[in-house]
């Protein structure tokens, strides 16, 4: 037996399709690591630690790109980065 949908369901659930893609769509970064990676790469002239690919890549916003002298933290929103600081200085 065919049961009819109501008119409200027809309404609210294109609506909420709608806002869960704006809301998505909306926390997207704006960089990508491969992206934060070649920025660090070009203005550092730093290698990428290659032997580092299973450390931690991101948290938070925030890119972790290790090369072999430094790492650095990488911000996906507005594409600034800076050194992280040594326990050992």
Do not use: C, W
Request: proline share 2%.
């Amino acid at each position: 037996m065919i049961k009819k949908i109501s008119n409200l369901l027809l309404m609210i659930y294109p609506i909420g399709l709608v806002l869960i893609s704006f809301i998505i769509f909306y926390n997207l970064p704006n960089f990508t690591y491969l992206e934060a990676k070649e920025i660090i790469i070009n203005e550092t002239s730093e290698e990428i630690d290659l032997s580092k690919e299973n450390e931690i890549k991101g948290q938070l916003g925030m890119y972790y790109i290790y090369t072999r002298e430094h790492v650095y933290i990488f911000n996906s929103e507005d594409g600034k980065y800076s050194k992280r600081k040594n326990l050992n200085e």
